[in-house]
């Protein structure tokens, strides 16, 4: 089992990829309707741990899934997401499924401020993150509001 000092030093020796530090690589979060398919729109917003700010693997879709009043068996995260997104067609179920997500993020947010606070260090990898997360979960009452109108 690795010890805290060598966490501490994988850390701090982190380096941080510059390709994409003037925000060229950043997608806009809020286009959600040039999208073709507002499954797809959503999807593409929070697959990406570099949009959203957190990763969603397929256990933490079934574990939101289930929070929402869905049960839902593994399948690739994509095919998780579109029956996520078939249970989420009253105004109801996709409420359901933004609280839970909504709840799910700051989870993981959560962990993010622990190891920020652990490791000073790292607040330049984390920081960005939170703020993703905090973003993303910010439009939740427009994507009702758009997925509803």
Request: charged share 35%.
């Amino acid at each position: 089992m690795r010890d805290i000092e060598d966490l501490r030093k994988e850390f701090e020796n982190f380096k941080i990829d510059d390709s994409c530090v003037d925000g060229s690589c950043d997608s806009d979060i809020d286009d959600l309707k040039d999208y073709p398919n507002y499954t797809e729109a959503l999807y593409a917003k929070f697959a990406s741990p570099h949009i959203s700010g957190v990763y969603l693997s397929r256990w933490d879709l079934k574990y939101i899934a289930l929070d929402a009043g869905e049960s839902m068996a593994i399948h690739p995260r994509k095919r998780m997401f579109e029956l996520l997104m078939k249970y989420a067609t009253t105004k109801e179920n996709m409420s359901a499924v933004l609280d839970s997500l909504e709840k799910h993020m700051l989870e993981k947010v959560g962990v993010y401020e622990e190891m920020v606070e652990s490791f000073p260090s790292s607040a330049e990898v984390f920081n960005p993150k939170i703020e993703k997360a905090k973003k993303t979960i910010g439009l939740f009452p427009k994507i009702l509001d758009e997925y509803f109108e």
